[in-house]
Nanobody
Framework: VQLQASGGGSVQAGGSLRLSCAASGGTFSRYAVGWFRQAPGKEREFVAAITWDGGSTGYADSARVRFTVSRDNTKDTVYLQMNSLKPEDTAVYYC???????????????????WGRGTLVTVSS
């Protein structure tokens, strides 16, 4: 499976973006997916994750109320809807996947073995 994140861009604070993570080359419906981000000069951090069937999701505290992760396995795509964006959300956002049909939400980056190229989100004040 290969991943491609898209949907990033520049928005003003309070705006919204929807990121997409499109998969190719495998049965994506059997993969857990996570979203991570890395801001300039900072370590990569967990944002949100979803199980293979969309049955469970998990969020970082910073994303819990404002972001929503979802997936459409008929389109081999996972989404991250981001609302009420803040300047501190500025980062490169990455999606990652791991073959897993567990009901556990994977929040640690070392658990993922497939990573896509990131997409840049810039939020201005």
């Amino acid at each position: 499976v290969q991943l491609q994140a898209s949907g990033g861009g520049s928005v003003q604070a309070g705006g919204s973006l929807r990121l997409s993570c499109a998969a190719s080359g495998g049965t994506f419906s059997r993969y857990a997916v996570g979203w991570f981000r890395q801001a300039p000069g900072k370590e990569r951090e967990f944002v949100a994750a979803i199980t293979w069937d969309g049955g469970s999701t998990g969020y970082a505290d910073s994303a819990r109320v404002r972001f929503t992760v979802s997936r459409d396995n008929t389109k081999d795509t996972v989404y991250l809807q981001m609302n009420s964006l803040k300047p501190e959300d500025t980062a490169v956002y990455y999606c990652a996947a791991r073959g897993s049909t567990s009901s556990l939400v994977l929040i640690r980056s070392p658990l993922y073995d497939i990573w896509g190229r990131g997409t840049l989100v810039t939020v201005s004040s």
